[in-house]
Structures are given as C-alpha cells and as structure tokens.
C-alpha cells in the first residue's frame, strides 16, 4: 500500500499544570526537510524530536509545530528595568518641559526605550513535561501517518484508472497494428508494382530492403515491453515500502515505449491514441512525486 507525503496531524494533552498542542502538516520534498518550532525550553530536544519524526515519516517537508502553556507559573516571561525607566521617564518629562508642549505619550516612549523591557529565557523542561511533549508529538505523528496512508489509498486508486486508460489505449494499438501494416504492403505494392516491371533489379537486395523497412517500423517489442512496464507500475502499487522514487523510474520507461510507438508507427490512428496514453501518463508522472 502505497503512502502519501501529504498529512495532517494534530494532538493535545492537559492536566492541572500546563496544556500542550502539537501540529504536523507534511508535503512531498525528495528528502527529510523538517522545520520545528517550539517554545525555549524544549530546544535542546531538538535531535530527539527529528528521530522520532524520522522513524515515522521518513521523508516530505514536515513543519511540525509545538505549544506549551504552563498553568501554574505566575512569573511575568518578560524583565521590566524599573529604575532605566523612571531615568527614561525623568529625562522626557524634563525635556517636555524644556520645551514648553503640553501633550505626548512619554509613559509608552519610556516604556519602550532601548533595554528598559527584555525577555526572559524560559527554564529547562523537566522530565515529566518532556514525557508528556513526547506522548503528543508521537500522538500527532501516528495521526499524520494515518492521513497519509488514506491520501495513499486515493492515489492509488487513481493510478489505477490512470493505467486502465493507458491499457485500453495499448489495446487499440494492439488492434491497429495489423491493418498499419497491410495499409503499408499494400502501398508500397501500388507505388513500386509499374516500376519493377518495367526496370531490371536485384530481387533479392530489394526483398532484404524491404525487411529491413519493416524492421524499423516494426512495434511489437515496444508493446510488448510497454505492457511489462505497466503490469510492473501496478505490482509496486501493491508493495507496504518506500516506492515513490521507483514508481517515477518505472513511469520513465512506460513514456519511452509510449514515445517509441508514436514515432515508430508513423500512423495517425495509432498517434491518435498515442497523446492519449502521454496524456494520462503525465498524470501518473505528476502524482508520483506526492508518493512516499
């Protein structure tokens, strides 16, 4: 069963001393690119927190996003400077003054003069709310791998319709094949009948350049490989691993025998059906970069 690299996840946790919430969105990147955000205290657990996401979901663009909200804490997370401000506070009011107005907001301008308000760096988690951060990240991981299996189940069934197009379109090829082949005897038969009666020639060197036409515009191992190629798409659709990389190579080659046919042909009603099977395989090609 194939996976999507698109997913969603999100899981809370609460109890009397703080609230946690961790959001996972996921889209398709070649590689593991992970972006978290977190609150300070959990920045050492960074390298923790990229192993876990790892052996989950492997691979996609994955922001994953963390909140804490400690309930019990009464302490301000910011650092006010109360003596900075009133000499901030003193020195504008004198300059107001000075300058004989009567207006202007000099409790915000002293307020937000340079290092009167700084932050204040939060305190390192203890075990028990790293335990509990990590129930939820594997909590909203395990739901993201659930949305990307269903998402998975959608492309596939899409793929399969995509292939049934493909098939259908290889079948009327198949059909087509003969008739192009006999329109082709026959024309040569009409151009070339007047002319070898009426000139001397090798018979055998024209019935070896004859085969040797036929050979060129001879699809049959195409079709034949084309219908291997898409039998192959569709058994790696069934495997439980990685396969988005491989169902892309595979997708390669059914677009070189399509292209193959098309050139080879040199059949309108076969081209025909050749856009169509392009047509439908750039849709397999498309959706294939979404695939685990």
């Known amino acids: 069963m ?32 992970l972006s978290i955000r977190s609150p300070k205290q959990f920045s050492d657990k960074e390298l923790e927190i990229r192993n876990m996401v790892s052996g989950v979901l492997e691979r996609g663009k994955v922001n994953l996003n963390i909140e804490f909200t400690n309930k019990t804490t009464e302490d301000l997370p910011i650092s006010i400077n109360e003596d900075l401000f009133l000499t901030y506070f003193s020195k504008y009011q004198a300059m107001l003054e000075k300058a004989g107005s009567q207006s202007g907001e000099i409790f915000k301008l002293a307020l937000q003069s340079p290092n009167v308000i700084s932050n204040i760096s939060e305190k390192n988690t203890d075990a028990q709310e790293w335990e509990s951060i990590k129930v939820a990240i594997t909590k909203a991981l395990k739901e993201c791998d659930v949305f990307r299996s269903d998402e998975g189940k959608v492309l596939e069934g899409k793929f399969m319709e995509n292939l049934s197009v493909i098939r259908n ?24 009948k007047d002319w070898l009666e009426e000139n001397s020639f090798d018979k055998n060197r024209f019935e070896q350049e004859l085969i040797y036409y036929f050979e060129k515009i001879d699809i049959t191992e195409e079709l034949v490989r084309l219908e291997t190629h898409l039998d192959y798409f569709e058994k790696n659709l069934k495997v439980d691993n990685n396969q988005g990389k491989k169902l892309g190579f595979i997708s390669q080659e059914i677009g070189r025998e399509i292209n193959t046919i098309g050139s080879k042909a040199n059949d309108a009603h076969i081209q025909k059906h050749v856009v169509i099977m392009k047509d439908e395989l750039e849709k397999i090609k498309e959706q294939s970069l979404n695939i685990l």
Do not use: C, H, Q, W
């Open 2 to 33: 194939i996976k999507s690299m698109t997913g969603y996840g999100l899981a809370g946790l609460e109890d009397k001393n703080f609230i946690i919430s961790v959001e996972v969105k996921t889209l398709n990147s070649k590689f593991l690119d």
């Open 169 to 192: 379109g290889l079948g009327e090829v198949k059909s087509a094949d003969p008739v192009r082949k006999e329109r082709i005897r026959e024309r040569i038969r009409n151009n070339f």
